[in-house]
């Protein structure tokens, strides 16, 4: 079971970090992403992490502002977001994949969470 946390509205500009904490499986086989959802469009890749750490992947939308990161002694993968835009209003999502390559398609991932809303107000 994944469960992201750590949502909130806040001002552009300013930061957020989400969790992502497993229960009942341990995430080190699992290369390990996020998205995020708007109603009425598609859901969004938003980074993905392999399993060691080693390699990380972003949306164009967020690189340079947003980090993914994991500890896989805690369990838990996280999502630095700074300099946010209203842009980045959705509910964010997290994701375990089994497949051996680190996918950027929400169709490569295995097992979900649910999710946490963050909203940016300009």
């Known amino acids: 079971q994944l469960q992201a946390s750590g949502g909130g509205s806040v001002q552009a500009g300013d930061s957020l970090r989400l969790s992502c904490a497993a229960s009942?499986?341990?995430?080190?086989?699992?290369?390990m992403g996020w998205f995020r959802h708007v109603p009425g469009k598609p859901r969004e890749f938003v980074a993905a992490?392999?399993?060691?750490?080693?390699?990380?992947y972003y949306a164009d939308s967020v690189k340079g502002r947003f980090t993914i990161s994991r500890d896989n002694a805690k369990n838990t993968v996280f999502v630095q977001m700074n300099s946010l835009k209203p842009e980045d209003t959705a509910v964010y999502y997290c994701?375990?994949?089994?497949?051996?390559?680190?996918?950027?398609?929400?169709?490569?991932?295995?097992?979900w969470g649910q999710g946490t809303q963050v909203t940016v107000s300009s």
């Open positions: 992490i392999s399993r060691s750490g080693g390699l990380t």
């Open positions: 009942g499986r341990s995430i080190s086989s699992y290369d």
């Open positions: 994701a375990a994949e089994v497949a051996v390559r680190v996918g950027t398609r929400d169709s490569t991932y295995d097992y």
